[in-house]
Each structure stands twice: as structure tokens, then as C-alpha cells.
């Protein structure tokens, strides 16, 4: 079983194969490594004549005939003072860094890019389209519901203009077909809901402060799994967007009802607790994505998601690059 969310529908395999691959401004030596040890594993004529030609990779190879390798196909390597001279044990390990750098991605980082990316897009509309359905024998009287809401002890009144909060409560219970209900009824009106401005800096747009950190942590939490369950080392540790996700500030900032699982000693930890975290946040993002694509359109979906990427992975640039492909083929 697979650590990470929805492993048989979204390639985390190749968003990571991007990231490592862009880990440095050389041309990185992909060998294979070792489950455990995290060290060389040569297993073919080609993977020997690397290490012939790149002596200084020969003291981080495996000695042991039986450590099993890793599944992940290849490893970067990439030459460094610490690699060089063999003084750093963490330079043996060759850790993964996922974040891309400022300059323009390779023709073969670019195939895996999309890959990935679209397989997370067609697993967004597959389960968005399921909540925005109608449901069978189900008779929610959708302004008894809101009234509810509206009159919970835990309602937040300052982000009620334009039923921002109602709204979100809504897609936190998976119930985006009573969203779009509520809007043709007009009880509600997602437009409105979906653009409303509270102020300036991040208040200044309520769900792009709250997927701006919901993203950045089912993202990030998924590459640690992976990286952890594929022997591969993360370096990349980011406290403070945990932190910084546990307390609403200038905006909503994470579901409310999964800010336990971000504590220390829960996340990763509990990996159950973990798992269900990530199943809250996508299933959030596929009610998100229906109601935005029935309200705004399909024109333009692929890239509004594109910028929602995390920018602790993905440079500026590169996005802008990813986005200039985009607007080609449209």
C-alpha cells in the first residue's frame, strides 16, 4: 500500500523525478540506489562505467549483496565540494531536494511535468464531479442547511461578506452540489463568494490565502511520503508551514478540522491521521475545482491550478514557462 494520496491515479513519481532533476544547475548522474542504505547500487554495465568515469562516486556505493534497491528508478547525483572529497556523511546519502530552480526545465522534466500534472487535474474533476452531482435519495433542503450553518456557535461572522464562510463550510463537507443549488436558487452567489476582497495582503483574497497553504501542505506532505517510502532522503523540512497553517492570521489559513493532524508528533508520525488529512484537503480541492469551473469556466482551469502550485517546489519562472506552453495550445 502506498503512502501517498491516490497513488494509482497521480504521479507523484514524476513530479518527483522533476524535482530531483532540477536539484542543480549541472547535468546531474542518475545511478540506482539502495532501499536502506541509500548508497549506489550498480546493477547494470552502463551503471559500472559511470563509476569508472566518475571516481569520486565510487566510496558511495553499496558493498552489501544483500540490500535490496530502491523501486525509484534513478537517483541524481550531483557533484558537489562535499561529494568530492567524501567529508560529509550526508553527501553518501545524496539527499533529494525538491525545489526547482529560476531557468527553464529540460524537454524531459517538461513530459514528466504534465504527466503529473494532469493526471492531479483528471483526479480533481473525477471527484469533484461526484460531489457536484445530485445526490440519489437524498433531500437536503439546502436553505435549511445554510440556516445551519449560519447559526453554528463556531460561525465566523468577519468572513461572511459575500458568504464566503457559508460557502466554505459547505465544500468542507464535501457538498458542492448544495453550493451550486444554492446558487441557482439564488441563495447564494458563487460568483460573488468566489472573488470577494476583505482587505489587503493575504486578506486580500479569502481562497487564494486558504489554498495558497492547503496546497502547499498536500503537496508537501505527499513528496515526504514518497521520498520516505521510496528510500529517498527530504531535505527540504518546513516547520513554519506547519506552523503557520495551525492558526487562522490574515486569512483562513488550513481545514480547520485537520489542524490535529499537523501537530508534532502526529504528522507523518500517525500516518493514518496523515492519510486522512491529505483525503480531507483533496477531496476540499475537488469541490473547490467544481464549483469554480461551473461558476468561471473551463477556459483558463488548467492554469489557474498551475499558479497554485507551491512556490517552496516551483520557481517563478518556471511556471511562467509551464504557463506560456498553455497559452500555445490554447
Not at 501542505?217 to 521520498?227: D, E, K, S, V
Amino acid at each position: 500500500m502506498s503512502d501517498t494520496h491516490f497513488a494509482h491515479l497521480i504521479r507523484w513519481h514524476d513530479l518527483v523525478w522533476c524535482l530531483t532533476h532540477l536539484a542543480s544547475s549541472s547535468n546531474p548522474v542518475s545511478l540506482p540506489t539502495g532501499l536502506q542504505c541509500q548508497r549506489i547500487h550498480p546493477l547494470t554495465k552502463r551503471d559500472h562505467i559511470i563509476l569508472q568515469h566518475h571516481k569520486y562516486l565510487q566510496p558511495f556505493t553499496c558493498t552489501d549483496p544483500d540490500c535490496p534497491s530502491s523501486e525509484f528508478p534513478d537517483r541524481p547525483y550531483v557533484k558537489t565540494k562535499e561529494l568530492k572529497s567524501g567529508s560529509s556523511d550526508k553527501a553518501g546519502k545524496l539527499a533529494v531536494r525538491p525545489r526547482f530552480r529560476n531557468d527553464q526545465p529540460k524537454d524531459a522534466v517538461r513530459v514528466r511535468f504534465w504527466s503529473f500534472f494532469d493526471s492531479f487535474l483528471a483526479a480533481l474533476r473525477d471527484v469533484g464531479a461526484a460531489d457536484a452531482a445530485p445526490r440519489t435519495g437524498v433531500q437536503d433542503d439546502v436553505a435549511v442547511v445554510i440556516q445551519a450553518i449560519k447559526s453554528s456557535p463556531d460561525y465566523d461572522r468577519f468572513w461572511s461578506n459575500g458568504d464566503c464562510e457559508t460557502v466554505y463550510r459547505l465544500l468542507d463537507m464535501s457538498r458542492a452540489d448544495l453550493a451550486l443549488t444554492a446558487h441557482a436558487r439564488g441563495l447564494l452567489d458563487l460568483g460573488v463568494a468566489l472573488s470577494t476582497n476583505f482587505g489587503s495582503q493575504g486578506v486580500g483574497n479569502f481562497w487564494g490565502f486558504l489554498l495558497a497553504h492547503t496546497v502547499s501542505i498536500y503537496f508537501y506532505t505527499n513528496i515526504r511520503l514518497f521520498c520516505r517510502q521510496k528510500g529517498l532522503v527530504y531535505e527540504l523540512e518546513n516547520d513554519r508551514l506547519r506552523s503557520s497553517a495551525r492558526a487562522d492570521c490574515d486569512g483562513r489559513t488550513f481545514l480547520h478540522r485537520f489542524r490535529g493532524a499537523l501537530a508534532d508528533g502526529v504528522y507523518i508520525t500517525d500516518l493514518e491521521a496523515t492519510r486522512e488529512m491529505l483525503k480531507g484537503c483533496f477531496r476540499f480541492f475537488a469541490n473547490y475545482d467544481a464549483v469554480e469551473t461551473k461558476v468561471r469556466g473551463e477556459a483558463g482551469r488548467k492554469k489557474r491550478w498551475l499558479w497554485r502550485l507551491p512556490s517552496v517546489f516551483f520557481g517563478v519562472n518556471e511556471i511562467w514557462e509551464y504557463a506560456k506552453e498553455l497559452e500555445k495550445v490554447q
